[in-house]
Nanobody, 126 residues
Framework: QVQLVESGGGLVQAGGSLRLSCAAS????????MGWFRQAPGKEREYVAA????????RYADSVKGRFTISRENAKNTVYLQMNSLKPEDTAVYYC???????????????????WGQGTQVTVSS
């Protein structure tokens, strides 16, 4: 069973940056796609970014494109989300997730992922 632990969240002013990390264990990390999702209070969980198993393909939600960058370091079983030019509307709990199938693509849908971390809070003040 895979374990995911997110870190790096916190409080930042608008325009600032944060880097989230997600450390995975219990599965051969390097052959699975990874995704980042977020959920703000009173809203549904939404897709933020995804990276395919090899790291060669990434996809982003329109709301974060150009500001956020997803990357992975397979030697450390870790996926990152670099968040720049943060806005108050980026405030949410951020979750990482592991793809359901091996050698998966940078999928957008939450149903393509089957293991989730506990989340890390990101708060952006105006």
């Amino acid at each position: 069973q895979v374990q995911l632990v997110e870190s790096g969240g916190g409080l930042v002013q608008a325009g600032g940056s944060l880097r989230l990390s997600c450390a995975a264990s219990g599965r051969t990390f390097s052959i699975y796609a990874m995704g980042w999702f977020r959920q703000a209070p009173g809203k549904e969980r939404e897709y933020v970014a995804a990276i395919n198993w090899s790291g060669g393909n990434t996809r982003y939600a329109d709301s974060v494109k150009g500001r956020f960058t997803i990357s992975r370091e397979n030697a450390k079983n870790t996926v990152y989300l670099q968040m720049n030019s943060l806005k108050p509307e980026d405030t949410a709990v951020y979750y990482c997730a592991v793809g359901r199938t091996t050698y998966g693509g940078a999928y957008l849908g939450a149903n393509e992922y089957d293991s989730w971390g506990q989340g890390t809070q990101v708060t952006v003040s105006s």
